[in-house]
């Protein structure tokens, strides 16, 4: 149920580990062993993992798994878009770790025994999983005998819920024990050496000062370059990995919002001020408000501050039956009423026992148990017993069926209802759209002031009028724009504003500006360039976009990077010049101050520079400056150094190497370091080598 507060904070690390970090979570493993289907064919192939094929079948199977567990653990009934896309996106994750890791733990022997796994239920060595679940949160003790209680009886649950429930935890304490082991067995392996760790120490702590001078590369005429296009090629094949790409697309787009037009907000003004005297008569508010307002009826009881500002005021010092407005509020005109007026609790804190018809216990069966549980309770029978035994919410049911304090609003109408008129102690049967609960109130806050009240509301929305106005003029705007200049052309001369969404990757959900995109995503990956969409209504606004770019995975081409190649073979042969003068000119005996007498500039300093330095001051970013500036000897003139911006020499005044206190506490740090990316770097290099190739965009 939605309203278990305290048992989602409880299942909070189930929670996040299987939905929020997808780390551990291993399910449904034979899943992807099964059988030959309908869905195995190239046509319905999702993806391809280390070789295996995986359909859109057992995909699916895989988040329809995922996306039950989670309604579970929060109680939700469905799944908004977000989460929807946060789970699909978990489930593929998933699955990558559990081809990619199963394999190898196949290799390594690597298993979770029998044995092993009654420890971390019942033994010694209570996983923290389990723990979390089993533990009694006013005591904060560790329920052993719940644990036990409930693998007796969870067998007996007709819905098969708990069954289910209780594999999945299994099999998530048992994978995630596994890549331990398998993260371990890496960890264990990486060491380093004494040597590896003084030079590390030093590396991260030597520190010089010296003097330079640099020779820009616009100091060589451009007539002194000469760069053939065997040179381009030839640096192109000699380098062709710096010039990989993914598949990309870039677009320019013109939007036509679909925005309510003065005659839509005075169409939803005029309709409010006419519902005003039958909404101050009607005697049935629920009902008028929840067939006539386009905001449904909200029956809980509000304090003051819960109050929109406009309104609070009024309400805390009306009568029942006063009326406030027409105001315009959230794009909507509104009529309040003031229903009611109440002393209740602020909170109160419950327990229950869920009984939900299902397979094997129907709707009467159901009603008939949840009576005599609730004469046993009223005849003194222990309530913690009865809802460990029968209870249906497995989740507080660990607890004895405690739902610890909650608020109005949290639960279902139906169980607020009940839990915030009961009398302290009172056992009641509240029936809800999850069963039919018993419930006992066991603390209640005390009471203050609340109002009811009944809110009319009509949204100023665009009219079947204004969306065919708007739909009218992206319509002609596409009809003169069939090609890229046509596109470009047309929304200059319309004042249309054209937005660039450039390196649009396949699997992308958003572009800039736009949300839920997908299907605009989707034609860019099949259309070619240069191309112009069909009119796409996303969200509120009908998107025409020309499709500009087309990267393919792979090698960026040749002409594509000419420039960029003869770029750095320019400052390549500039920096030989300038380098090959420089070397004459020390060669014969020219120190720091003559050389830059000579070449008209000026020395430099730079102190305390080190290792990690990100830029020397006077030069800019040159990680070669720095790193020659650690490797030469003190008083010493440098051979000249072809940096990022030009040609250095330099001359080293100072350097510092402190003491070091501990070797050891070094080589510590550098094998935490390591190991501490394990879990990282060991899956994603399982991954490179898994060859994957990814089909999603083709179904989501």
């Known amino acids: 149920m939605a309203t278990l507060e305290k048992i989602r904070n409880r299942a909070g690390v189930l929670v996040a580990v299987v939905i929020g970090l997808a780390l551990f979570a291993f399910i449904l493993g ?11 064919t190239t046509q319905f192939e999702i993806a391809e993992i280390a070789g295996k094929s995986i359909s859109y079948e057992n995909f699916q199977q895989k988040f329809n798994e995922l996306s039950e567990i989670y309604m579970l653990n929060t109680g939700e009934s469905s799944l908004d878009s977000e989460t929807h896309e946060s789970i699909l996106e978990q489930a593929w994750q998933l699955l990558l770790r559990e081809i990619v890791l199963e394999e190898e733990y196949e290799k390594l022997g690597i298993e979770v025994s029998p044995e092993e796994l009654f420890d971390m239920v019942q033994g010694a060595n209570i996983h923290p999983i389990v723990r979390q679940l089993f533990t009694d949160p006013s005591t904060g003790t560790f329920n052993r005998s719940a644990v036990v209680q409930f693998l007796r009886s969870m067998n007996q649950d007709p819905t098969g819920q708990q069954r289910a429930y209780w594999l999945f935890v299994e099999r998530e304490i048992t994978q995630e024990r596994k890549l331990t082991k398998y993260n371990n067995l890496i960890r264990q392996g990486l060491h380093v050496t004494p040597l590896q760790a003084r030079n590390s120490w030093e590396e991260n702590n030597k520190s010089v000062d010296f003097d330079f001078i640099v020779q820009r590369f616009d100091t060589v005429h451009d007539s002194l370059v000469v760069i053939t296009r065997s040179d381009i090629r030839r640096y192109y094949r000699q380098n062709r990995n710096d010039f990989r790409q993914t598949a990309s697309r870039d677009l320019e787009y013109v939007s036509f919002d679909i925005n309510p037009s003065e005659e839509d907000d005075r169409t939803a003004r005029e309709w409010i001020e006419s519902m005003e005297d039958e909404f101050s008569e009607v005697e049935e508010i629920r009902q008028f408000i929840n067939l006539n307002s386009d905001v449904p009826y909200d029956p809980r009881n509000f304090d003051f501050e819960d109050l929109p500002e406009a309104i609070a005021g009024f309400m805390f010092s009306a009568e029942p039956g006063d009326i406030y407005g027409p105001y315009f509020e959230d794009n909507h005109y509104k009529l309040s009423r003031l229903v009611e007026i109440n002393f209740v609790p602020d909170s109160v804190r419950a327990r229950h026992i869920l009984i939900q018809p299902g397979p094997g216990l129907d709707y009467q069966q159901a009603k008939s148990r949840a009576d005599s549980l609730l004469e046993a309770v009223r005849q003194g029978e222990d309530f913690e017993m009865l809802a460990m035994q029968y209870s249906d919410d497995m989740r507080s049911r660990f607890e004895g069926g405690n739902l610890g304090w909650f608020t109005e609003g949290i639960m279902v109408q139906e169980f607020n209802d009940a839990a915030f008129s009961a009398r302290r102690g009172e056992f009641l049967m509240v029936e809800t759209p999850f069963g039919f609960h018993i419930v006992q109130v066991t603390e209640r806050s005390r009471e203050v002031k609340k109002i009811r009240y009944a809110t009319l509301a009509r949204e100023v929305t665009p009219s079947s009028a204004t969306y065919q106005r708007t739909y009218t003029r992206a319509s002609q705007f596409a009809a003169m724009s069939n090609t890229y200049e046509k596109f470009s052309d047309a929304a200059d001369d319309q004042g249309l504003s054209r937005r660039v969404a450039n390196n649009i990757l396949i699997n992308d959900k958003q572009v800039p500006g736009l949300v839920n995109a997908r299907e605009l995503i989707r034609w860019a990956y099949e259309a070619r360039e240069g191309s112009v969409s069909p009119i796409l209504e996303i969200g509120d606004r009908f998107v025409i ?23 750095i073979l320019t400052r390549k042969i500039k920096g030989e010049i300038i380098a090959s003068r420089l070397k004459e000119k020390i060669e014969q005996g020219h120190d720091l101050p003559s050389l830059a007498s000579t070449l008209d500039t000026s020395v430099e300093q730079a102190n305390n520079v080190v290792f990690t330095s990100f830029s020397v001051p006077g030069a800019g970013i040159e990680p070669r400056l720095i790193a020659s500036a650690l490797v030469t000897e003190e008083n010493s003139i440098s051979q000249p150094v072809k940096g990022e911006n030009g040609v250095y020499v330099l001359k080293i005044t100072s350097v510092t190497i402190p003491d070091e206190k501990d070797p050891d506490l070094e080589k510590t740090r550098l094998e935490n ?23 999603r965009h083709k179904f989501f």
């Open 30 to 40: 034979d899943i992807l062993g099964s059988g030959p289907s309908l869905f195995t």
């Open 545 to 567: 976009a020309a499709l500009t770019r087309v990267r393919q995975e792979g090698y960026q081409d040749l002409e594509e990077v000419r420039g960029e190649i003869e770029g």
């Open 673 to 695: 370091s390591k190991r501490a990316r394990v879990n990282f770097d060991a899956f994603e290099a399982l991954k490179e080598r898994a060859n994957i190739k990814d089909n």
